[in-house]
């Protein structure tokens, strides 16, 4: 949305209705007297300078001085050395450039290809894959080295793309500050770089202009500026250069003598005093935050300071720092690798550690068994695809970690300005002077005059008005008539305009993409918007009066209110239209001291609801000089029509999302910069705040910063429960609260889209920012970005985030079996010795590594697809503290990895003690485990290499019915979606609803064949060869598994309810 470089409406930072009511003329209320700073200013005047020409080196050098905002224009000149007409000299600018450097924000320390690279390889399983890699390479087994690097390899180069072009989406950072501006040097007025300004400097600014530097506001008419995305100000700021605020501490939105860089003029015009520049401004402030260390201690020895970097630097590349999913999968990982290597000590005292190559490999190869070795990549090509899902929903994830972490989010802090709500102006309630009362409802786009639902009452005349201008009243007229024409804002979509009596009173417009555009001040657009649903838009009403502009009062920040004066056709009369907050209309309106109390009354109900309230009045006068040129004579003895509340209002979303997160046992808080009772307001609109509150927990569930700043972490920490709405906030109000959930043991979500969020979207432990009107900083600072700035789209990663978890747990749980069941087949096969008194492999190394990457990974990566379970989100969020790992988990793979690991030993004694060569008439060789059967084949090794066969061939198709058994838990394989399929052959469309891994089950299946009977690699690779008679053995140990994990599932259906997931309830914090 544009601005016009003309003046606007009046203003005000605050819904209530009363303004700076014990203000003097030109100094708002709060302030103090000039002449308070005297004492400050000559002490400050005193102060040694190092510089004889500069009246104050220190504070233009960097030095510390008091708040501009606490002193006086004057006062200011005096302190850095400058002349609000004049400026600086050049000399003196360019001295003060050399020494306190260029206007420049730092930007943050992104992430560089070799940093995005380090992410990938900065966990303990890749750690112990490389190791495992590295002693493959050392015994001179290229095979299995060459396939555990290239396992590594994949996963690095998934991780990798998918994070750097998350980042290559979220670039431009800092993209905030103005390329050039305009001051004043030697008296000159000079265009120069935004770089080149130093502390001292007189910048002039007009309508548009972004400001360079943190500025104290000297002189202007009518400025007021956009802080939305630093402060999280709904609404423009009115500036008053002649304010001096008592207070050192008031917050950033409140100091309305100061401008901020980075924030925008939305009106007027005026000229400041540069006080700070670069990472000195409060936007360099907040860079400075995100940049900094958190670790670091100035206190700490330069010793401990080197093994504090250390200990930070090893836990990174263990991957101990980061989501719980990553610590527990790490602490996972370092626990197989000591269980590693417990086994090959194991291996090497079966062997009286007489350790030869062989004893070597197969301590190496009880090893890898142990470690799931596809799982990191399974795991990130879940998530990589699960970021796409997410691409789709309008959320961009920069982190591949965010996306899991986001699942188990316990509070979402959320910013209120074009986060929840719609950060677009709409006349939301209309009052008349005849009580008849307009609200609009439901507007999907706020500068639509078709969008959204009006609806009117009217409590005395017991009939509503009509929408069009022929069926209104009118007074009512007359009170639209002043919204369009004493308004210089544009509102358009390109097409004719609509006949007056087409308008319907209940439309919602369905069109898919808006082409409305607005060009003005927001509360203008706003009001004219609300005229135009009656089909009296500025320019049809001019045309169809017959009317022309003969004077203009504009808006002005001491009287906060604006005038127009239009001609009356074929008469000499005129029409007077001004609209301004009630309490200075109420002196100029010409009515009883009844009626007077009435619109207070009414106007203090619409504040209370949250909205702005603007007095509508107009009169009728005998034309005359005095009423164009003379402001007096115009806004006098004026009829009251009614009152406007106007608001930003909540996405229509956002309701639906909220209370789809209290369902789902999360609690949502809102912290933003505007207004309390704004914030109240809308906070119990979308169901932040619920109806059922008393008025004792309402009084706690909301908060001032001001209050909870004041409190201590451990008065903090003693609140019952953390306030859900925060109003006035800070940047440090919102780490702060992210620090108190953290300290309650939570898992916290930070929305944001300003400047101002940046520093607690870092601290959260998932930051979310907003893509289409959120700062470069903050999208930097985020772990996702939500392309459409909707709060809804936050409620669908959750979503994601929680199915990705659930299916997290089937396929970890379906390695770790296949790891039990090999490390149990290995375990006890140490007892099978051949005529050299050596152990044989039940299965070669190569067979488990097939096993392992080949067959299990495609059947994870799979049940990685899985769709999200019906009650996902009806569910309160897993336990952060049990993680991954529930007690449910653990105890079903180590049963089924029991079951398979027993039978897999049964296939192989089973072939190798039983008479099965007589099928094949051969030498009877059963019983008999040969010679040198481990490392070439030879007559003697017949039957252990058919029985290294059947037992593959067993372990693969128990792992393809594994993958279809884990869908779920606890139900059964041919009964597990009984809502949707029943009868006898409901198996069949359980196992074909997710088409990825039937794809992998049956691929699985015929894969095998070749691998067991393909010439030449059967014997030399896989030390194994083809089988016949021995399928019956493989069957029976198939059906036998079914049996056993069916028999499973039943128990736990029947003694262990309600142990589906493991979690446990979440309560407010």
């Not at 544009?2 to 003329?25: F, K, L, M, N, R």
């Not at 000299?89 to 943050?108: C, T, Y």
């Not at 009287?559 to 100029?588: F, I, Q």
């Not at 925060?726 to 959930?741: D, F, G, N, Q, Y």
Request: glycine share 8%; net charge negative; proline share 4%.
């Amino acid at each position: 949305m544009g601005i016009e470089d003309q003046p606007a409406v009046e203003e005000s930072t605050e819904p209530p209705i009363c303004g700076y009511v014990d203000a003097t003329p030109g100094t708002p209320s709060g302030f103090i007297n000039r002449t308070t700073t005297t004492n400050i200013v000559s002490t400050i005047a005193n102060f040694p300078s190092s510089h004889p020409d500069e009246g104050s080196a220190f504070s233009a050098a960097g030095g510390s001085y008091p708040e501009p905002h606490k002193l006086a224009v004057e006062d200011l000149e005096i302190i850095f050395n400058t002349d609000v007409k004049n400026g600086l000299d050049d000399d003196e600018a360019a001295r003060r450039l050399q020494h306190g450097g260029p206007n420049k924000v730092e930007g943050a320390q992104g992430l560089s290809m070799w940093k995005i690279l380090l992410r990938q390889v900065s966990n303990s399983l890749t750690v112990v894959l490389i190791i495992v890699m590295a002693l493959s390479f050392a015994i001179n087994d290229y095979i299995e080295g060459g396939v555990i690097a290239a396992v590594i390899s994949l996963n690095i180069i998934v991780g990798f793309v998918q994070d750097y072009r998350a980042e290559q989406t979220i670039q431009s950072l800092y993209a905030l500050s103005a390329p050039t501006c305009k001051v004043i040097r030697s008296g000159q007025v000079t265009n120069i770089k935004a770089e080149a300004l130093v502390k001292g400097d007189i910048v002039l600014l007009n309508v548009g202009d972004i400001i360079p530097a943190d500025l104290r506001f000297v002189d202007g008419l009518n400025l007021s500026t956009d802080e939305a995305l630093l402060t999280g100000e709904s609404l423009p700021v009115s500036k008053h250069p002649k304010a001096i605020l008592d207070d050192a501490n008031v917050s950033l939105g409140d100091r309305v003598n100061m401008l901020y860089s980075a924030s925008s003029v939305a009106r007027g015009r005026g000229k400041g005093i540069t006080v700070a520049t670069g990472m000195s401004t409060e936007v360099g402030k907040i860079a400075q935050l995100l940049r900094a260390n958190s670790g670091s201690d100035e206190n700490v020895s330069l010793l401990g300071a080197y093994w504090k970097r250390i200990k930070a630097s090893v836990r990174s590349i263990l991957g101990l720092d980061g989501t719980p999913l990553q610590i527990k999968l790490s602490k996972f990982a370092l626990i197989l690798f000591s269980l590693a290597v417990l086994l090959s000590l194991i291996v090497f005292s079966a062997s009286l550690w007489e350790i030869d190559d062989e004893v070597l490999i197969y301590g190496i190869c009880v090893g890898v068994a142990v470690i799931p070795e596809s799982l990191i990549a399974v795991l990130t090509i879940s998530m990589a695809v699960g970021t796409k899902a997410m691409a789709k929903g309008n959320v961009v994830v920069r982190k591949l970690s965010a996306l899991e972490a986001v699942g188990g989010v316990t509070n979402i802090c959320s910013d209120k300005t074009g986060t929840l709500t719609q950060g677009k102006m709409i006349t939301r309630k209309i009052w008349l002077r005849n009580e008849s009362m307009a609200t609009v409802e439901a507007c999907t786009d706020p500068f639509d005059p078709s969008s959204g639902i009006i609806t009117w009452s009217a409590q005395k005349s017991g009939s509503a008005d009509g929408l069009s201008i022929s069926r209104l009243r009118p007074s009512t007229r007359k009170f639209m008539e002043c919204l369009s024409l004493c308004n210089n804002s544009t509102v358009t979509d390109g097409k004719p305009a609509p006949d007056e009596d087409t308008a319907e009173t209940l439309t919602t417009s369905t069109a898919a993409i808006s082409s409305w555009t607005a060009v003005g001040e927001p509360t203008e657009i706003a009001l004219h918007v609300f005229a135009m649903r009656f089909g009296m838009s500025k320019e049809t009403v001019s045309q169809t009066n017959g009317v022309h502009l003969l004077a203009e009062h504009p808006f002005d920040s001491s009287c906060k209110r604006m005038t127009v004066v239009y001609s009356t056709p074929d008469s000499g009369s005129v029409d007077v239209y001004t609209k301004g907050a009630l309490e200075v209309m109420l002196p100029l309106l010409n009515t009883s001291d009844s009626t007077k109390a009435e619109f207070i009354a009414k106007a203090e109900l619409l504040a209370a609801e949250g909205l702005r309230v603007l007095c509508i009045a107009h009169k009728t006068a005998e034309d005359s000089t005095a009423l164009r040129d003379a402001r007096d004579a115009a806004e006098s003895d004026l009829t009251p029509l009614g009152l406007a509340g106007l608001y930003d209002p909540p996405r229509l979303e956002s309701a639906d999302a909220v209370k789809r997160c209290r369902i789902a046992g999360i609690s949502v808080h809102m912290l933003t910069g505007d207004h309390i009772k704004t914030a109240t307001a809308i906070a119990r609109e979308v169901g932040i705040l619920s109806s059922g509150l008393n008025a004792a927990e309402a009084a706690r569930a909301i908060m001032p910063a001001a209050s909870f700043d004041a409190m201590s972490d451990a008065q903090i920490d003693r609140l019952e429960k953390l306030p859900l709405v925060l109003a006035r906030c800070s940047p440090s109000t919102k780490v702060r609260m992210v620090e108190a959930i953290h300290r309650r043991g939570a898992f916290c979500v930070m929305t944001g889209d300003g400047v101002n969020d940046s520093p607690a979207l870092k601290k959260a432990d998932v930051g979310i920012a907003m893509g289409f009107n959120g700062s470069d900083v903050a999208k930097e600072a985020a772990d996702m970005v939500l392309t459409d700035d909707n709060f809804a789209s936050i409620v669908t990663a959750v979503e994601e985030g929680r199915r990705l978890f659930d299916n997290i747990q089937k396929f970890l749980l379906h390695l770790l079996v296949s790891n039990i069941a090999q490390v149990i087949l290995l375990l006890i096969g140490l007892a099978f010795k051949d005529e050299d008194n050596k152990s044989v492999f039940p299965l070669s190394p190569i067979e488990i590594l097939w096993a392992n990457l080949i067959t299990s990974s495609f059947l994870a990566l799979g049940l990685g697809f899985e769709e999200a379970q019906p009650d996902i989100m009806l569910r309160p969020p897993h336990d952060l503290r049990v993680g991954i790992f529930t007690k449910e988990i653990i105890i079903d793979k180590m049963a089924y990895g029991v079951f398979m690991g027993s039978l897999c030993i049964a296939a192989f004694t089973s072939v190798i003690y039983t008479s099965m060569e007589d099928v094949y008439e051969e030498p009877p060789w059963y019983g008999v485990l040969g010679s040198d059967c481990n490392a070439v084949y030879n007559e003697s090794c017949n039957s252990v290499y058919r029985a290294r066969a059947a037992t593959y061939a067993t372990l693969s198709f128990l792992l393809l019915f594994t993958a279809w058994e884990v869908k779920h838990f606890t139900r059964s394989l041919f009964n597990m979606y009984p809502e949707i399929y029943t009868g006898p052959f409901s198996v069949f469309r359980t196992v074909w609803k997710n088409k990825f891994l039937f794809g992998a089950v049956v691929a699985g299946f015929f894969i095998t064949f070749p691998v067991i009977y393909l010439p030449v690699i059967d014997r030399a690779v896989f030390k194994h060869q083809g089988i016949g008679i021995e399928w019956i053995v493989v069957a029976a140990c198939v059906i036998t598994y079914v049996a056993l994990v069916e028999l499973w599932k039943a128990g736990k259906r029947r003694f262990v309810k309600g142990a589906v997931y493991g979690q446990a309830a979440a309560g407010e914090v």
